[in-house]
């Protein structure tokens, strides 16, 4: 007899919080690049978006310190915290202490050096940014930067900038910190200088074109735009609460103004969101892209539009069901009782171009959030969470008995591809455990009268 789905998710949950944790301060680490001369000692707070040793041979290198992956994980960590899981304060402690580290690097100093760039073998200088660029990074430019290296150095590697998502999503989840911990004075103090440098950031730059989330096409992001309206009505109340009127009123104005143009991005002819609005003004194959339900779940919000809830999002989730449907050979003759493994956007060709592990438990978490916040009748709370868990069966069914989990699993194989033990992968199992609690506590609830 098979293992009930409900034991499963537990003996997950605890596999997944634990292998999250690898890529938390990983200082017994070393990642050598030889090709670029460099030797990374991680510093203690760097989280790296997965700590296994790769260098597209055939895995990817993905021991960088990303922005949004690194908030992504540290949202995580809160939820392990509050649920004796994880007792270590010092791990948000010492997140926050690097990342305030961060803002200090200076991309001036490598440029009027040539020292490190003599280390770089003459194959790799092509994937080297050139000094103009490195010179430009600096001040707030620095939280633009996607990624740095763990040891708390810039990346000198050519790559998508700016992105915008990341100070956003950091600031929700140090703020949420902040709510739900207890916090030591000195603490206290270094994240609200966190928090103050983020919405600063956010403030400033929400309304300019940058990178997706995956870092390939750059424009105004349904994402970027949906957590950094979420960051500034958090930050609003934040400063409230701290006796700073002016600059709640500030952020809530620029939060409503960011909404009004997220209602924009509905599509009723194709009936979903779409994910962009290019900058060259050129039209998107990426349109129908699984980052609109991420963002709806990464914001938090528990209001009607652009939140879990939003009728608008499930459609766009039912849109995306159809297409990945279709499209992966893995989705063909299913079995009853499990859902669509999903993808991020028709035609993908990364790696194996497959369903991604956080996209379909994201697809189950919507459903969890959604019984619990917006479904009045119990039949209603009931049907989302079967949904819910029909899209877990699926990552259950392409899950190792090691409970190891990859970034992606393969459209017509199911193996596991790209890089593997991803942080985000672990984030996103620990989040939909805690989002299902509710909605199945909510589930069995009887309807109010």
């Given amino acids: 007899m098979s293992e009930p789905l409900e034991a499963w ?6 596999h997944a919080g634990a292998a999250m944790l690898a890529s938390v301060s990983p200082v017994g680490i070393r990642k050598v690049r030889p090709g670029f001369g460099q030797q990374i000692v991680p510093k203690r707070g760097a989280i790296v978006a997965s700590p296994v040793l790769a260098a597209y041979d055939p895995d990817p290198d993905y021991f960088f310190h990303w922005y949004r992956d690194s908030a992504i994980v540290v949202e995580a960590l809160r939820l392990l915290f509050a649920d004796g899981q994880h007792e270590r304060l010092a791990d948000f402690a010492d997140f926050v202490g690097f990342s305030l580290s961060l803002h200090e690097l200076d991309g001036r100093e490598l440029a009027a050096s040539s020292v490190w760039r003599e280390r770089i073998h003459a194959e790799f200088s092509r994937f080297v940014r050139s000094d103009a660029e490195l010179a430009a990074v600096h001040g707030d430019a620095i939280l633009a930067e996607t990624r740095l290296n763990a040891d708390a150095t810039l990346d000198i590697s ?3 900038r700016p992105q ?16 739900s911990a207890a916090l030591d004075r000195a603490l206290a103090t270094a994240a609200a200088q966190l928090i103050e440098l ?22 105004l992001h349904y994402y970027t735009l949906c957590v950094s309206a979420a960051a500034l009505a958090e930050g609003a109340a934040w400063s409230e609460a701290r006796g700073e009127p002016e600059t709640a009123r500030a952020h809530r ?9 997220l209602d924009r991005y509905w599509l009723a002819e194709r009936g979903y969101y779409r994910s962009r609005v290019l900058e060259s003004g050129e039209p998107s194959a990426k349109e129908l892209d699984i980052s609109v339900v991420l963002a709806a779940l990464h914001a938090g919000r528990t209001d009607a539009a652009h939140a879990p809830a939003d009728p608008r999002v499930h459609a766009t989730l039912h849109a995306l069901e159809r297409l990945f449907d279709a499209e992966y050979p893995i989705n063909r003759d299913r079995p009853a009782g499990r859902g669509v493994a999903l993808g991020r956007y028709a035609g993908d060709v990364y790696y194996s171009g497959g369903a991604y592990y956080f996209a379909t438990l994201a697809a189950a978490e919507l459903c969890y959030r959604a019984a619990a916040e917006r479904a009045p009748a119990a039949a209603e709370r009931r049907a989302l969470t079967e949904r819910g868990d ?19 699993f393969d459209r017509h194989t199911g193996a596991q591809s790209s890089a593997r033990h991803l942080a985000w992968s672990y984030a996103a199992f620990v989040t939909c455990r805690a989002a299902r ?6 589930a069995t609830t009887p309807a109010a009268n």
């Fill in 9 to 14: 998710i537990e003996r997950e949950y605890l």
């Fill in 158 to 160: 050519s790559w998508p």
């Fill in 164 to 179: 915008h998502d990341g100070p956003a999503l950091r600031a929700l989840a140090v703020v949420r910190w902040t709510r």
């Fill in 198 to 219: 983020d919405l600063r950031y956010t403030s400033r730059h929400w309304c300019t074109p940058c990178f997706d989330i995956w870092e390939e096409e750059k424009g």
């Fill in 253 to 261: 104005a620029q939060a409503l103004a960011i909404r009004a143009q």
């Fill in 390 to 408: 029909a899209f877990l069966e699926t990552v259950r069914a392409y899950t190792p008995q090691s409970g190891d989990l990859s970034e992606q």
């Fill in 437 to 442: 609690r509710v909605a199945v506590g909510r």
